[in-house]
């Protein structure tokens, strides 16, 4: 006995259109969860900041329409631009201190030799450490009186008298670079590894045999097909950095003088310091905007082959 064909509106549907229709409705199931979860936990929480930013919104009382007042505060505000000047120099700093250590890290893990598991799961550990739990070790490590770097410093004769590391933006500013960079190049290391094995191997041997050296494979052939893998670890490093906030806060706490203050510190300030949450939140869509354009110009550049 045949089936009979689905009719809508009086006209039969062919079975072609209700397979089809079938694959769509199975596929919107399988998507659904994740959906569910992107619309609960980023649409909708990105269309209430924005709705807060169009409001002076005190932590107790009623929330006051103000239209676009935040936003014209916002742009006289010299401290939130002087963050993101401080933000963005930070940013371009720590991605090349980043790339500098996980590049050559991960050409030396690709190789197969002895204990490479090993080297391996040692430069990855840093990672499983919360920036939290990092931050406030490295708090203790460069503290002046209780700590191990300044001590030690005197008592290898680096230094005639124990220095406060935190006191000086300079020592302050690299102190925080190298401890991030300790942190997350394992991250990259394994981002920059996967792109280093999905080269196929017969790509650098016929390189090889064409009398190509190390470098001009380097730069020809494993550059150009890595292309895709930079990307990735570009734009994690890039938002990951303009993000910035447990580390200059739990270590420096902004100092010295206010030097080492982020975007997202200056959010957290207004936000839960003042107590200014509608402020705070036109800061956050600014600042959302401004790591989107980022992003975009990464994925253009990098995708562009003349774009490296």
């Known amino acids: 006995m045949?089936?009979?064909?689905?009719?809508?509106?009086?006209?039969?549907?062919?079975?072609?259109?209700?397979?089809q229709r079938r694959k769509q409705l199975a596929g919107l199931l399988f998507v659904s969860?994740?959906?569910?979860?992107?619309?609960?936990?980023?649409?909708?929480?990105?269309?209430?900041a924005f709705w807060m930013s169009l409001h002076n919104w005190p932590?107790?009382?009623?929330?006051?329409?103000?239209?676009?007042?935040?936003?014209?505060?916002l742009?006289?505000?010299?401290?939130?631009?002087?963050?993101?000047?401080?933000?963005?120099?930070?940013?371009?700093?720590?991605?090349?201190?980043i790339f500098a250590v996980a590049f050559p890290l991960a050409l030396f893990a690709e190789k197969s030799r002895k204990l490479t598991k090993i080297y391996r799961t040692a430069f990855f550990l840093p990672v499983v450490v919360g920036f939290g739990s990092a931050s406030?070790?490295?708090?203790?490590?460069?503290d002046v009186d209780s700590g191990l770097f300044s001590p030690a410093a005197q008592s290898l004769?680096?230094?005639?008298?124990?220095?406060?590391?935190?006191?000086?933006?300079?020592?302050?500013?690299?102190?925080?670079?190298?401890?991030?960079?300790?942190?997350?190049?394992?991250?990259?290391?394994?981002?920059l590894l996967t792109g280093l094995q999905g080269i196929s191997t017969e790509v650098q041997e016929a390189a090889r045999m064409d009398g190509a050296s190390a470098w001009q494979r380097f730069r020809r052939v494993t550059l150009p097909l890595m292309r895709r893998t930079i990307a990735l670890a570009l734009i994690l490093s890039v938002s990951g950095s303009m993000l910035a906030f447990d580390q200059f806060y739990i270590i420096a706490d902004?100092?010295?003088?206010?030097?080492?203050?982020?975007?997202?510190?200056?959010?957290?300030?207004?936000?839960?310091v003042s107590f200014h949450l509608g402020y705070g939140?036109?800061?956050?869509?600014?600042?959302?905007?401004?790591?989107?354009?980022?992003s975009v110009l990464q994925l253009r550049l990098l995708r562009n082959p003349e774009g490296m």
Do not use: E
């Open 136 to 142: 406030l070790l490295w708090a203790w490590l460069l």
């Open 33 to 48: 969860p994740a959906l569910i979860l992107v619309l609960t936990f980023f649409v909708i929480p990105l269309g209430m």
């Open 59 to 73: 932590l107790l009382g009623k929330p006051r329409f103000i239209w676009f007042n935040n936003y014209t505060r």
């Open 281 to 294: 939140s036109a800061l956050s869509m600014v600042l959302l905007v401004i790591l989107v354009f980022i």
């Open 75 to 97: 742009a006289q505000d010299g401290q939130f631009w002087a963050s993101m000047r401080f933000t963005v120099y930070y940013t371009l700093v720590v991605t090349v201190a």
């Open 2 to 19: 045949t089936s009979q064909p689905q009719i809508h509106n009086g006209v039969p549907i062919p079975r072609r259109n209700q397979r």
């Open 254 to 272: 902004g100092g010295p003088q206010n030097s080492t203050v982020t975007a997202v510190y200056w959010i957290f300030s207004q936000s839960f």
């Open 157 to 191: 004769g680096f230094t005639a008298k124990r220095v406060n590391l935190l006191a000086d933006f300079d020592t302050t500013f690299w102190s925080i670079i190298i401890m991030v960079v300790w942190k997350t190049a394992g991250f990259n290391m394994i981002i």
